[in-house]
């Protein structure tokens, strides 16, 4: 089966009555974890992007505290798995300046860890594509916003 467009569904969607388009939006969030919390954000957290930051900081924290450090494979893994979460929140917000908090304090978190991350060339590349992502989301920010975050930015 072939997937619509974004147009077409739009217009589809457009013809349904309310009580159709509710249930179609609730049998959607049934069948995937990630379009029940995608649905969650949009209903509860987008009002407060600030709340929503400071939820996926305490988060990232959790997950740093339980990084396996008996073997780098692990740790190497345990960071892909919070560096995937993290665009997955990224991605559930869309603001550019969401984007550049979450991966500035991942990359913080990261250079503050026990880990030797420098020594391990997948971890020290992945810091380092953490860092541009972080400089391209900071471009297309406001002035202001972007002198704070460059200031942040050059710490790391």
Known sequence: ??????????????????????KLCLRLARYKTENKELLTYL???????????????????????????????????????ILRNINKFIRYSGSKQTEAELLIFFCTKLKNSALQYQTVTSL??????QLLKIGKAISTLHEDLQHDYLLELKEL
């Open 1 to 22: 089966m072939k997937a619509a467009s974004i147009a077409i569904l739009k217009q589809e969607l457009s013809t349904l009555p309310q009580k159709e388009l509710l």
């Open 43 to 81: 209903l509860f957290e987008a009002g407060d992007e600030a709340e929503y930051i400071r939820t996926i900081k305490e988060e990232i924290e959790a997950w740093f505290s339980e990084i396996n450090t008996s073997h780098i494979y692990f740790a190497r893994k345990s960071i892909r798995k």
């Open 124 to 129: 020290s590349n992945m810091y380092r594509n």
